[in-house]
């Protein structure tokens, strides 16, 4: 769990965060959100889970009677309201959580990626003078800005993803698929220490397939010619990396070096770009640009990078037109790439870190293209 302190906090900093939003509170279940705000761990299972914040009110916590031991001694205060394995009862909790945090401005949100219509059903049948409205923003403001063990953790996973990386880029070999390869690095990932959640398996593309930005490793085998592009991360309590470099195996199409250079000039463009009180939209055009001008820019065919932290996609979206405004402590990818289509694509992509001097890459593994000699 967080030191004490700093859930606290958290809890504070989101009961201002509701009422600035006009809103009565807030309902969470099981997700990063909830661990991010009370520390607990809970798997979404068919038994809901749900948390009620109310500015000002003790949080209520609605759950199995199975796992109460988990919600003893809090750091915080808290109510709890267990409920038992008969499913026609569970209501009577929801409604008894309800009732209790006398809650005075009926409009209540929820995160619409994470309350389910299981919980949601259970909340309108108990509470039914309650509005629930969505409100992600709300949670996303709160977690978008790292504390420093945050920070600390996303370096953390950098690091162990770079060694693992670096450790088994000798015993890639022509004749190679490209499942053994995302196999070698996973499992490389868990001896350097990653928990072992991974943000996703590896993406391992090869040759035509690495023009997919978005490509599942398959049987393919490596072939002289062709690019190899990585993306991959580590998980450090719950704190996600999330990398891509691509390598060349043994001599490869000039265009495709050229294309290297452009994005990697990109990748240099959008980080140098960043600093608090600039637009996330800026940091993308800033990247895009640079490949628009090369002529590529038909072929960079998504955003140029997505928050990081305890979920592999977040805020801040650094996104085309994006009037976000970066601040001190926010994480995200720089990922510019290009893919040209039925033959190969490169992405390079880093962890970055707004500082109040501008800009701190969390990821370090050379960026240029590397030539991995040709083993049979
Ligand atoms: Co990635
Ligand atoms: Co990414």
């Known amino acids: 769990m967080q030191p004490a302190d700093s859930l606290q906090d958290r809890q504070e900093k989101l009961a201002t965060t509701i009422l600035n939003s006009g809103l009565g509170g807030f309902i969470l279940n099981p997700g990063p959100s909830l661990h991010y705000l009370t520390g607990l761990h809970f798997h979404l299972s068919e038994r809901p889970v749900v948390v009620f914040f109310i500015p000002g009110k003790p949080v209520r916590i609605v759950l199995p009677e199975l796992e109460t031991a988990k919600v003893q001694n809090l750091p915080y205060p808290a109510r709890v309201y267990p409920y038992n394995e008969d499913p026609d ?39 039914p003078d309650l509005d629930f409205v969505p409100a992600e923003s709300v949670t ?65 593309s090869s040759g035509a397939n690495s023009a997919n930005p978005h490509a599942v490793p398959s049987d393919r085998l490596l072939a002289s010619g062709d690019l190899l592009v990585i993306d991959y991360g580590a998980n450090v309590d719950g704190y996600f990396s999330d990398i891509t470099r691509t390598f060349a195996i043994g001599e490869v199409d000039p265009e495709y070096h050229k294309i290297a250079r452009i994005v990697l000039a990109a990748n240099k463009a959008g980080c140098e770009a960043v600093k608090p009180g600039v637009t996330a939209g800026s940091v993308d055009h800033a990247a895009r640009s640079v490949i628009e001008k090369a002529g590529y820019g038909e072929f960079f065919i998504h955003r140029t990078g997505h928050g990081l932290g305890l979920e592999g996609h977040e805020e801040p979206y650094i996104r085309g037109g994006s009037d976000l405004i970066l601040e001190v402590g926010m994480t995200f990818t720089i990922e510019p790439g290009i893919y040209l289509p039925g033959r190969n694509g490169v992405r390079i992509e880093d962890d970055v870190l707004v500082t109040s001097q501008g800009v701190r890459s969390l990821t370090s593994l050379q960026r240029e293209l590397v030539t991995l000699p040709i083993i049979q």
């Open 140 to 204: 996303a403001a709160l977690r978008m800005v790292k504390d420093a063990p945050e920070i600390a953790s996303m370096q953390q996973a950098a690091r162990i993803a770079e060694q693992a990386l670096t450790a088994i880029l000798p015993q890639i070999k022509i004749g190679m698929s490209e499942a053994e390869v995302a196999a070698a690095l996973s499992m490389q990932l868990l001896n350097k220490g990653s928990n072992p959640q991974l943000p996703f398996f590896p993406i391992v």
């Open 89 to 127: 009862t569970w209501v009577d909790a929801f409604r008894q959580a309800g009732r209790q945090s006398n809650i005075e401005n009926p409009k209540i949100g929820v995160e619409p990626r994470g309350l389910r219509f299981l919980e949601l059903q259970l909340l309108q049948e108990a509470n």
